[in-house]
């Protein structure tokens, strides 16, 4: 207990079925990916610790870093490229909507965005491949594709209007609804537990710049752990 904060914490592999535990599946909006997992009275066994005692917060930032597999991406972006298609069949004022000169600035910065991440990520995947050291790499890559995917949903709604809020089940819907589900990933995406400040706190750790260490920062003790998928 007198040891700095980011080193007073543990980190445990808590098997779903011990007693105590309940796990719902709440109405979010985007179903089926968020847990609740709730403790009572639950007695967790000390085999079930996870690395060092105390190195609990070390553990959490690495699996940021990790949290994403090493491996060289696809040629282009589907939800990208699917949008600049859907821009150049539609028509609106009589015109194509990739011809009007402000829509066709978007649909250059998104695809900017996706070129850029797509090249971060093959640098991940080659220094993945040769055996070099990952830090804040992935960290950074995971930061850059939330902030594009927010963008995105938002040149989206630009380009499709209120049609790409419309699911599978509408035969309004562009691309069969598909961008409604886009739409609701990029918003979850920007959640406390797991937005972007998270990728963001894990750079600053690797170069040095660790917003906690030393503060009087209390790590959580009670209560229900959200998004978390319980292990079977």
């Not at 990208?80 to 298609?85: N, R, T």
């Given at each position: 207990?007198?040891?700095?904060p980011?080193k007073r914490t543990a980190?445990?592999?808590?098997?779903?079925?011990?007693e105590?535990?309940?796990?719902?599946?709440?109405?979010t909006?985007v179903p089926?990916?968020t847990?609740?997992?709730?403790?009572d009275?639950v007695w967790v066994?000390t085999?079930?610790l996870v690395g060092d005692?105390g190195?609990?917060?070390?553990l959490?930032?690495?699996?940021?870093l990790e949290?994403?597999?090493?491996?060289?991406p696809a040629?282009?972006?589907e939800d990208?490229?699917?949008l600049i298609?859907y821009?150049s069949e539609t028509n609106r004022?009589?015109?194509?909507?990739?011809?009007h000169p402000f829509?066709?600035?978007?649909?250059?910065?998104?695809?900017?965005?996706?070129?850029?991440?797509?090249?971060?990520?093959?640098?991940?995947?080659?220094m993945?491949?040769t055996?070099?050291?990952l830090?804040?790499?992935?960290?950074?890559?995971a930061?850059?594709e939330?902030q594009?995917?927010l963008?995105l949903s938002?040149?989206?709604r630009?380009?499709?209007?209120?049609?790409a809020?419309?699911?599978?089940?509408?035969?309004?819907?562009?691309m069969?609804?598909?961008?409604?589900?886009?739409?609701?990933?990029?918003?979850?995406?920007?959640n406390p537990n797991?937005?972007?400040?998270?990728q963001a706190?894990?750079?600053?750790?690797?170069?040095?710049?660790d917003?906690?260490?030393?503060?009087?920062?209390?790590p959580?003790t009670?209560?229900?752990a959200t998004g978390?998928?319980?292990s079977?």
């Amino acid at each position: 207990p007198d040891a700095p904060p980011s080193k007073r914490t543990a980190a445990f592999l808590v098997p779903a079925g011990l007693e105590g535990i309940s796990i719902q599946t709440p109405d979010t909006l985007v179903p089926g990916q968020t847990h609740h997992v709730t403790f009572d009275r639950v007695w967790v066994p000390t085999n079930c610790l996870v690395g060092d005692e105390g190195g609990g917060w070390s553990l959490m930032q690495s699996t940021l870093l990790e949290e994403q597999a090493i491996e060289y991406p696809a040629a282009y972006d589907e939800d990208v490229a699917g949008l600049i298609k859907y821009a150049s069949e539609t028509n609106r004022y009589g015109v194509a909507i990739s011809k009007h000169p402000f829509f066709q600035q978007l649909l250059m910065e998104v695809y900017i965005n996706s070129e850029r991440i797509r090249i971060f990520r093959v640098r991940n995947a080659w220094m993945a491949d040769t055996g070099q050291e990952l830090t804040y790499h992935v960290a950074q890559v995971a930061l850059m594709e939330k902030q594009a995917a927010l963008r995105l949903s938002q040149v989206v709604r630009e380009i499709m209007g209120i049609y790409a809020l419309l699911g599978p089940a509408d035969p309004l819907a562009p691309m069969r609804g598909k961008y409604q589900l886009h739409q609701r990933k990029s918003l979850a995406q920007q959640n406390p537990n797991d937005g972007p400040e998270s990728q963001a706190a894990a750079i600053a750790k690797h170069l040095g710049l660790d917003p906690l260490e030393g503060k009087g920062v209390e790590p959580a003790t009670r209560g229900t752990a959200t998004g978390v998928s319980p292990s079977q």
